[in-house]
Nanobody, 111 residues
């Protein structure tokens, strides 16, 4: 049974940076894409970024130029480097692999 475990969330000031990690326990297939989603209080979960097994990426417009998704297939891990963070980026960030979701990690952007 594959499980996804996110880490790296926390409190950061506007303009700051954080890197989220999502480690998959158990075997995953690098041919499948992985993604990061987020859910802010009172809002629906939304796509942030995805990455294919070959490394092709896709970003939501609101993070383009600020966030970078990457993956290390040997470590079964996907990352989300977040720069120039804004208060609107405050949310629980979730990792997804096929139909599986992690438990989420909270990112709070506030001064």
């Amino acid at each position: 049974q594959v499980q996804l475990v996110e880490s790296g969330g926390g409190l950061v000031q506007p303009g700051g940076s954080l890197t989220l990690s999502c480690a998959a326990s158990g075997s995953i297939f690098s041919i499948f894409p992985m993604g990061w989603y987020r859910q802010a209080p009172g809002k629906q979960r939304e796509l942030v970024a995805t990455i294919t097994g070959g490394g092709s990426t896709n970003y939501a417009d609101f993070v383009k130029g600020r966030f970078t998704i990457s993956r290390d297939n040997a470590k079964n891990t996907v990352y989300l480097q977040m720069n120039s963070l804004k208060p609107d980026d405050t949310a629980v960030y979730y990792c997804r692999y096929r139909q599986l979701w992690g438990q989420g990690t909270l990112v709070t952007v506030s001064s």
